[in-house]
C-alpha cells in the first residue's frame, strides 16, 4: 500500500518519505533539509499530505517552513507547537493518513530531547534520535534514566518491524559495540555485512526490532556477558539492567 523512500541529507541524516501507491501523496518525515525532499517531490510528481517530526532539532525541522510555503494545507505532527498550526500530539495518540490507508501510533519518548516522540505501527518505526542501529541517541536534554526507558519500550516491540533512524551512524556505532561485546558472533557478522553496504553507498537504514536485539548493546542490557565485559572494562560493580544501559551510555559518550 506504500513504499518508504530514503532521502539523504547534510552529511549523514535520512529524510523518510512515504509514498502512497494509491495516489500521489506522501508523508515527510524529519525534513531538515527541503531541497532533496523537493527534488524527490518533482522527479515522481508526489504532493505531501503531512509532516512528522520527532523532534525539534534543526537537522529534523530546518526544511518545514520551504516544504509548506506553496501548500499551506501541509499538516505537521509534533508533540511541541515547532510551527503554526501544527496538530500536537501525546502518548498513544493515533496519526491516520493517506485516506487512512497509514494509521501510526504515537509514544513519548524523552531522553534525547524532552519533546521527543516516534511514531510507529505493526510494520515500521519512525525513532528520530532515541535509536540507531548499533547504538542509541545521546541524551542532551532529559536524562539516562528516560533514555533506558524510552529505549526499553522500543525493545519491546515486535521483532519484524522495519526500524527508520534518522542517521547514518552504523558503522561508528559498531566500533563502540565491538569494544563492549567483542564475542558476539552475530555482531561480528553485522559488522561485515554494513561495511560492504557503505562500501557500495548503501544504506544500513532500515534495520530491524530483532536485529538489534542481536547487535545493538542498548538493547542487550540483560546479557550476562556483556555485563561482565563493561564491569571488567569500568573496574566497577554493576548491579541492574538499568545501571549496565546507563554505563554503556556513559561510556559512549567518552569513547
Same mark, same amino acid.
Given at each position: 500500500?506504500?513504499?518508504?523512500?530514503?532521502?539523504? &541529507?547534510?552529511?549523514? @541524516? $535520512?529524510?523518510?518519505?512515504?509514498?502512497?501507491s494509491?495516489?500521489? #501523496?506522501?508523508? /515527510?518525515?524529519d525534513?531538515?533539509?527541503?531541497?532533496?525532499?523537493?527534488?524527490?517531490?518533482?522527479?515522481? @510528481?508526489?504532493?505531501?499530505?503531512?509532516? =512528522?517530526?520527532?523532534?525539534?532539532?534543526?537537522?529534523?525541522?530546518?526544511? !518545514?517552513?520551504?516544504?509548506? &510555503?506553496?501548500n499551506?494545507?501541509?499538516?505537521?505532527? %509534533?508533540?511541541?507547537? =515547532?510551527?503554526?498550526?501544527?496538530?500536537?500530539?501525546?502518548?498513544?495518540?493515533?496519526?491516520?493518513?493517506?485516506?487512512?490507508?497509514?494509521?501510526?501510533?504515537?509514544?513519548? /519518548?524523552?531522553?534525547?530531547?524532552?519533546?521527543?516522540? /516516534?511514531?510507529?505501527?505493526?510494520?515500521?518505526?519512525?525513532?528520530?534520535?532515541?535509536l540507531? %542501529?548499533?547504538?542509541?541517541? #545521546? +541524551?542532551?536534554?532529559?536524562?539516562?534514566?528516560?533514555?533506558?526507558?524510552? +529505549?526499553?519500550?522500543?525493545r519491546?516491540?515486535?521483532?519484524?518491524?522495519?526500524? $527508520?533512524?534518522?542517521?547514518?551512524?552504523?558503522?561508528?556505532?559498531?566500533?563502540?559495540?565491538?569494544?563492549?561485546?567483542?564475542? @558476539?558472533?552475530?555482531?561480528?557478522?553485522?559488522?561485515?555485512? !554494513?561495511?560492504?553496504? #557503505?562500501?557500495?553507498? +548503501?544504506?544500513?537504514?532500515?534495520?530491524?526490532?530483532?536485529?538489534?536485539?542481536?547487535? @545493538?548493546?542498548?538493547?542487550? $542490557?540483560?546479557?550476562?556477558?556483556?555485563? &561482565?565485559?563493561v564491569? &571488567?572494562?569500568?573496574?566497577?560493580?554493576?548491579?541492574? #539492567?538499568?545501571?549496565?544501559?546507563?554505563?554503556?551510555?556513559?561510556?559512549?559518550?567518552?569513547?
Open positions: 500500500m506504500f513504499t518508504v523512500l530514503t532521502i539523504p &541529507a547534510f552529511d549523514d @541524516n $535520512y529524510i523518510w518519505l512515504v509514498k502512497d494509491q495516489s500521489q #501523496r506522501c508523508v /515527510v518525515v525534513p531538515g533539509d527541503a531541497t532533496p525532499v523537493l527534488e524527490i517531490l518533482s522527479a515522481q @510528481n508526489l504532493t505531501i499530505e503531512a509532516i =512528522l517530526l520527532t523532534h525539534h532539532h534543526h537537522d529534523h525541522t530546518g526544511g !518545514v517552513n520551504e516544504l509548506i &510555503a506553496d499551506p494545507e501541509i499538516k505537521i505532527f %509534533s508533540k511541541e507547537a =515547532l510551527f503554526a498550526g501544527a496538530t500536537l500530539v501525546k502518548e498513544n495518540d493515533q496519526v491516520s493518513l493517506l485516506d487512512g490507508r497509514l494509521t501510526l501510533n504515537v509514544w513519548e /519518548v524523552a531522553g534525547h530531547t524532552l519533546d521527543h516522540i /516516534v511514531f510507529y505501527n505493526d510494520q515500521l518505526l519512525f525513532c528520530g534520535d532515541t540507531f %542501529s548499533g547504538g542509541c541517541g #545521546r +541524551v542532551f536534554e532529559g536524562t539516562k534514566e528516560q533514555m533506558y526507558q524510552a +529505549v526499553s519500550r522500543l519491546g516491540l515486535d521483532d519484524n518491524i522495519q526500524v $527508520y533512524c534518522a542517521h547514518e551512524y552504523t558503522q561508528n556505532n559498531l566500533i563502540f559495540a565491538l569494544a563492549v561485546d567483542p564475542n @558476539n558472533q552475530d555482531l561480528i557478522a553485522y559488522i561485515k555485512q !554494513v561495511s560492504k553496504l #557503505r562500501q557500495q553507498g +548503501v544504506p544500513t537504514i532500515p534495520t530491524s526490532i530483532a536485529q538489534e536485539k542481536r547487535i @545493538n548493546p542498548f538493547f542487550r $542490557y540483560d546479557d550476562p556477558d556483556l555485563l &561482565a565485559n564491569q &571488567a572494562i569500568l573496574a566497577e560493580p554493576i548491579t541492574t #539492567r538499568e545501571g549496565l544501559f546507563k554505563a554503556l551510555r556513559t561510556h559512549k559518550d567518552h569513547f
